[in-house]
């Protein structure tokens, strides 16, 4: 049996070291084959100079230095595609969850499990960001047809038919925790601790632009919003109409005033170009997909030469 041990970097080099020491020696409890494959995805500090120094003591690590910073979820997806292990463990390098826990997962799949995957019990930073976490999935699970499984860390054992499974998806314009959960199999979630080393990543604005990506990738429900309210708005402006030709057959009043015709059309103007801009959004995420564009592009691929082979 083999285990590929599957993480990023970015930012890491104060973490590449002690990563390395503790996810191997955790490894060392499995009686498999071990390799580590640890993605650059273009890294603006050393971290490639410190997982090649890391590489050169340990021949089982394999280093994949992308072309430039392609984002966190495409980065884990390359380094996947790479991973040849019956047994995958994926993990982010900063030390915030521990390698450590390959243990517990490890005994957790052999329940009969395909994936062990990790969970907070409670999601980790102040006010704000716990407030403005749920706003997000609220949003998200209200519009969309598939919602983001709540509080899920990167930390996961995965079989090697999952992962395939997983790596098969040909998605340009993703959130990796949805792939995670539509990929199927049999899956269960474990209660981990994630400390807080570092601040997070996922500000506000990435929150909204991973809400909308999500969204718009995975979910019509939007598209049919839009038809109903405009058939709602048709339909009141049809009554409205026929109450105001009533009054006037009736009564003999008519419609005066320049407000109420400067609040239709500002009112009626908006409406219309939200529309438009949800659509095109769809548009643009078909475009991404249209084009087939690979996840990354790979600068080159750092393994250590076989037994009688010269150097890289």
């Known amino acids: ?89 994926l993990i982010d390098s900063d030390l915030e969850e521990a390698p450590e826990l390959l243990g517990r997962f490890r005994a957790k799949l052999e329940e009969g499990w395909d994936v062990v995957y990790g969970v907070q019990q409670d999601r980790r930073g102040g006010l704000f960001e716990r407030i403005s976490g749920a706003v997000f999935f609220r949003v998200t699970e209200f519009l969309s047809d598939a919602p983001l499984p709540r509080n899920v860390v990167t930390a996961r054992l995965m079989r090697k038919d999952y992962v395939t499974a997983l790596v098969a998806h040909e998605d340009r314009s993703f959130v990796i925790s949805h792939l995670w959960s539509i990929t199927g199999f049999r899956q269960t979630p474990m209660v981990v601790e994630k400390l807080a080393l570092s601040p997070t990543t996922y500000s506000l604005r990435r929150r909204i632009e991973m809400a909308v990506q999500h969204v718009t990738t995975t979910s019509t429900k939007m598209l049919y919003t839009i038809f109903y309210a405009g058939l709602c708005i048709s339909a009141l402006a049809a009554l409205m109409v026929l109450f105001f030709l009533t009054r006037y057959v009736t009564s003999g009043i008519g419609v005066d005033g320049w407000t109420s015709i400067f609040v239709s059309v500002w009112f009626f103007g908006g409406l219309i170009v939200q529309a438009l801009g949800i659509i095109a959004i769809y548009i643009a995420n078909v475009y991404q997909e249209v084009k087939r564009r690979p996840y990354t592009h790979l600068r080159r691929l750092h393994r250590a030469p076989a037994a009688g082979e010269g150097g890289p």
Do not use: C
């Open 1 to 89: 049996m083999k285990l590929s041990i599957v993480t990023t970097l970015y930012r890491s080099s104060p973490h590449i070291e002690e990563f390395h020491r503790r996810a191997m020696a955790a490894a060392e409890a499995i009686p498999a084959e071990v390799e580590m494959i640890l993605v650059n995805d273009g890294s603006p500090d050393d971290s490639l100079d410190a997982a090649l120094e890391v590489q050169r003591g340990d021949p089982r690590v394999v280093v994949l230095d992308l072309a430039r910073n392609f984002g966190h979820h495409r980065a884990m997806m390359t380094g996947l595609a790479h991973a040849t292990g019956d047994l995958v463990f």
